[in-house]
């Protein structure tokens, strides 16, 4: 987005440019590449002025008054001061040419290179300067579409950057809710782990470093890759395990291999967090059920586990949550994802979502 504004603002620079070498051809150099014979100094001088004039009503229109007041919905004072300019280039110009003659000096230097009388009368207040009316007029309409489409490009850019913090707030937020007390307990198994299996606490001990090491570095960014994920989502699972009783059955379907596209980070974990959340039971059999399938850049992810009494009440209360990921996925997929969830029959709840990578 910011070499949009970049390029919309040098894009706005030549276009100005542009403009006001036209002017300054159609002002200053049309007349005496027309007539072929030369022109009196004041009529360079007077157009010279009111091209600097012009320039003047544009930057006045572009910097201020549609800012201040077309922006603010001042719609009247808008209209009324673009009136006074309009009118104010006309008095500006019929003073110049009654102060120093300059239409009656061009009106000699004109029959004078003709060898004709012309019967005009270049010198009263009355006589309205039509060119300089349009000119002045399409001055100001051009100025005030070129500020509004940088007033958008702006308001525009300033709604991303809001998005992409409301993004890392919640990106710290989704970091923050992986509780202190899942990596104390895990660690307490993995101490208990070293006096029956060694090997076993060991590559236990390494998913949890792993884990932490993605949390502090992997998320730092935006984006991150797929395989990093499942790995991380993976890792999550195998250490949540060392936790659930044997009534508790864990299943993970997932390629071995990913071809890796980025995903925004963090994205899977709360699906896998809230079966575990609420469909574990320590009197109960229960059953999780993880599928994660990739074809080309679609990304599937099915989660399924058994709803409890005890635990329906708050489905999506506390933890993570599907709420605040819901919110993460409006707006960094807004159009690339499909998600639905809820419960299938009486005692097994469903997470859907299908992501355009």
């Not at 603010?72 to 009118?87: E, G, P």
């Not at 950057?161 to 307490?188: C, G, R, V, W, Y």
Request: charged content about 15%; overall charge neutral.
């Amino acid at each position: 987005m910011l070499y949009m504004v970049s390029s919309g603002k040098y894009t706005s620079m030549l276009a100005q440019a542009l403009l006001w070498s036209l002017l300054a051809f159609i002002f200053i150099a049309h007349l005496p590449l027309t007539l072929g014979f030369p022109i009196p100094k004041e009529y360079w001088l007077k157009q010279t002025f009111l091209l600097l004039l012009l320039m003047g009503v544009y930057y006045l229109n572009a910097k201020i008054l549609v800012p201040k007041l077309f922006r603010k919905q001042k719609r009247a004072y808008f209209l009324v001061l673009h009136a006074t300019l309009i009118l104010g280039m006309q008095v500006v110009s019929r003073l110049i040419d009654y102060q120093f003659g300059v239409g009656e000096i061009l009106k000699a230097a004109i029959e004078t290179g003709m060898g004709a009388k012309l019967n005009l009368n270049l010198r009263g207040w009355t006589n309205l300067d039509a060119s300089l009316l349009l000119t002045t007029i399409m001055i100001i309409c051009i100025s005030t579409v070129i500020a509004i489409v940088q007033i958008w490009q702006e308001e525009r850019l300033h709604s991303q950057q809001m998005q992409q913090k409301q993004l890392d707030a919640e990106l710290s937020f989704l970091k923050a809710q992986i509780h202190p007390h899942f990596f104390f307990n895990t660690l307490n198994n993995i101490y208990a782990l070293t006096f029956i299996d060694v090997e076993i606490s060991r590559t236990s001990l390494h998913k949890l470093s792993r884990m932490m090491r993605y949390l502090l570095y992997e998320t730092q960014n935006n984006v991150t890759f797929l395989s990093k994920e499942v790995n991380f989502v993976k890792d999550y699972i195998e250490l949540m395990q060392l936790r659930m009783s044997e009534f508790t059955t864990v299943n993970l379907e997932a390629p071995a291999t990913f071809t890796d596209h980025e995903i925004a980070p963090m994205l899977l974990l709360p699906f896998i967090e809230n079966a575990f959340k609420h469909g574990v039971s320590t009197i109960h059999q229960s059953r999780i059920d993880i599928v994660i399938q990739q074809n080309g850049n679609l990304l599937t992810v099915d989660v399924n586990n058994n709803i409890f009494e005890e635990r329906v009440t708050a489905i999506d209360d506390g933890g993570i949550g599907l709420t605040n990921t819901i919110r993460r996925l409006n707006l960094v997929y807004a159009s690339r994802h499909k998600l639905s969830y809820g419960p299938v029959n009486n005692n097994q709840f469903h997470v859907h979502l299908e992501l355009v990578l």
